[in-house]
C-alpha cells in the first residue's frame, strides 16, 4: 500500500483519528494499541489504496503552514462566574467559549469521561446542560473516531451548521485537514490545548481499576480538582464507599504523566505542542510569574486569528469573561512544554514494564533509571507539596531564580 497511512513516516501517530473519519471504503478503525494507545487498524480486504488517509494524517501532512504559536499574543483571563471558575481547569474559558457557541447555535465538539469503559472519549452536544460533562481536563488520549465520522455526517447534510472544536492540538489540526480534504463550507471554529501529551492507558486503566476495587463504582473523576489549590495539580476520584485526593509528585498516575515515561511516542517530538498550532485559539494554564498568587486557576488564551480575537472581545464585551491582561506569548510559553522530550528509550522500557508487572513495581523501576539530579528534584517536589501555599510560591520563586 504505497499511498495509505501505512507507508514510511519518520513522524509517529497521533492517534487524532482523522484517517478513519475521510476513509469513504471504512477501511480504517481505531482501537487500543499493544501500548495503550489509540491508534488506526486498516482492514486491508476493504482499502482501494486512494490515499484519502494519508492527506489528512499528522505523518505526511507538514504543520508549517499553520500559525507559529511564539508569534501570538496571550490572554490572561477567567470565568466571570464563580462556579464556573472553580469546577473547570483554568479559568473556565473553555467552556465559556462553548456556551457561547451553544447559545448562537453552534453544535460543541468536546472530550467526556466515560465511566462505563473508563476512557475519554469525543462527543458532539448540543445543549448547555451537556456542556458540564466536557468540563474540565482527563489527562488521558480521547478516542475522537465516532465523534468525528458523526461530525462528518452532520457536515456533509447540512452546511449551514456550526461547530466549535475542542481537542489537543494533534486532534484539532486531524479535524482541520478533515474539514480541507472534505470541502465542508460550515462555520467551525477550533479551539485547542496548551498540551504536555497522553499518558498510556497501561498506566491508566490499573491506576482506576485499583480506585474503584477500594472507592466501589465510581461517579466522578476531576482530574483537576481546585480544593487544594490550582498549582498543586490534585486528581479527585469519588467512588460510592468514599473518596481519594490525591497530590501531584505524590500520585502513581500524576508521576507518570509528569515524569514523561509513557506518553504516546508522537508526544515527544510533536511539532503542534511546540510550535504551530491549526487553532484559532490554544487554551491551557497561565502559569508562570504573572499569576502565581492566584490558586483560583487563570487561563492562558493564545490568539492564533483574527477569528479568535473577535470571539474573545465578544467574552469580554459580554462581561462572562474576565480579563487579567495582555502579553506576548512568551510570557505564557515559558512555563509550558515546548521542547523534546528525552529519554524515549526510557519510555519504551517503561511499557514494556508495564505489559509485565504492576503500575507501582514500573515506577520503581523508572525512578531508578533517572539520573540523580531528576530524582532530587522530583524528591523535592514531592515534600514541597506537603508545605503550605505560601512556602510553595516562596520556593517555586526561588527555584526560578537558581
Ligand atoms: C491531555 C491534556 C494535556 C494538557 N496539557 C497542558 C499543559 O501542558 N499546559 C497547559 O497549560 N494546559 C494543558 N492542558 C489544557 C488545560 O488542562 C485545560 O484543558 C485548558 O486550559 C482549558 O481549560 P478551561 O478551564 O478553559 O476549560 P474547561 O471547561 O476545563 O475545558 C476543558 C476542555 O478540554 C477538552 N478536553 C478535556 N479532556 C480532553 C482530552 N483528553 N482530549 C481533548 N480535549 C479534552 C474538553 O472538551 C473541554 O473543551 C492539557 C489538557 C489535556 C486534555
New binding site residues.
Given amino acids: 500500500m504505497q499511498n495509505s497511512i501505512l507507508s514510511h513516516s519518520t513522524l509517529e501517530c497521533t492517534g487524532c483519528g482523522a484517517c478513519s473519519a475521510v476513509c469513504h471504503k471504512a477501511a480504517i478503525s481505531i482501537r487500543l494499541n499493544d501500548e495503550g494507545f489509540f491508534a488506526p487498524s486498516v482492514d486491508m480486504s476493504r482499502c482501494v489504496d486512494c490515499g484519502a488517509c494519508k492527506g489528512v494524517c499528522y505523518r505526511f501532512q507538514s504543520t508549517a503552514s499553520y500559525a507559529t504559536i511564539s508569534e501570538q499574543r496571550v490572554i490572561g483571563c ?2 466571570s462566574n464563580p462556579d ?2 472553580k ?12 456556551k457561547w457557541g451553544i447559545e448562537n447555535g453552534y453544535k ?6 466515560n465511566y462505563e469503559r473508563d476512557e ?1 472519549e ?1 462527543v458532539i452536544v448540543s445543549s448547555v446542560l451537556e ?1 458540564e460533562s ?9 478516542d475522537t473516531s465516532a465523534a468525528l465520522r458523526k461530525f462528518v455526517d452532520i457536515a456533509s447534510s447540512d452546511p449551514k451548521q456550526g461547530f466549535i472544536f ?3 492540538p494533534c ?1 484539532i489540526f486531524g479535524a482541520r485537514e478533515l474539514v480541507r480534504v472534505k470541502r465542508f463550507a460550515n462555520d467551525i471554529i477550533f ?1 485547542d ?6 499518558p498510556s492507558y497501561l498506566v491508566w486503566n490499573p491506576y482506576v481499576k485499583e480506585h474503584r476495587d477500594r472507592l466501589g463504582k465510581i461517579s466522578n473523576l476531576n ?2 480538582y481546585k480544593g487544594n489549590g490550582w498549582h498543586q495539580y490534585s486528581i479527585k476520584v469519588v467512588g460510592e464507599r468514599g473518596e481519594y485526593t490525591g497530590m501531584a509528585y505524590k500520585d502513581t498516575f500524576y508521576r507518570y504523566f509528569f515524569d514523561n515515561v509513557a506518553l504516546n511516542a508522537s508526544c515527544f517530538t510533536c511539532s503542534l ?1 511546540k510550535q504551530h498550532t491549526a487553532a484559532d485559539l490554544r ?5 508562570g510569574p504573572q499569576f502565581e498568587h492566584r490558586e483560583d ?1 487563570i ?3 493564545l490568539v492564533a486569528s483574527q477569528r479568535g480575537a473577535d470571539i474573545m472581545a465578544e467574552l469580554a464585551k459580554r462581561g462572562v469573561v474576565t480579563i487579567c491582561g495582555n502579553y506576548d506569548a512568551s510570557a ?1 510559553l515559558c ?3 515546548t521542547e523534546d522530550y528525552g529519554r524515549r528509550s526510557l519510555r519504551d522500557g517503561v511499557l514494556t514494564h508495564l505489559k509485565a508487572g504492576n503500575i507501582k513495581e514500573s515506577q520503581r523501576w523508572y525512578f531508578r533509571q533517572l539520573p540523580l539530579k531528576t530524582r532530587l528534584r522530583s524528591l523535592a517536589k514531592r515534600c514541597a507539596a506537603l508545605m503550605p501555599i505560601g512556602v510553595i510560591i516562596a520556593l517555586r520563586r526561588l527555584s526560578r531564580r537558581i
Fill in positions: 477567567h470565568s464556573t471558575h469546577t473547570t481547569t483554568s479559568g473556565g474559558i473553555g467552556y465559556e467559549i462553548a460543541v465538539f468536546g472530550t467526556i469521561y475519554a469525543s456542556l466536557i468540563k474540565g481536563s482527563k489527562y488521558i488520549q480521547g475542542f481537542g489537543t486532534q479551539v490545548l496548551f498540551c504536555h501529551g497522553v482530574f483537576r505542542r487554551l491551557g494554564d497561565f502559569l486557576g487561563s492562558a488564551v505564557a512555563a509550558q512544554s
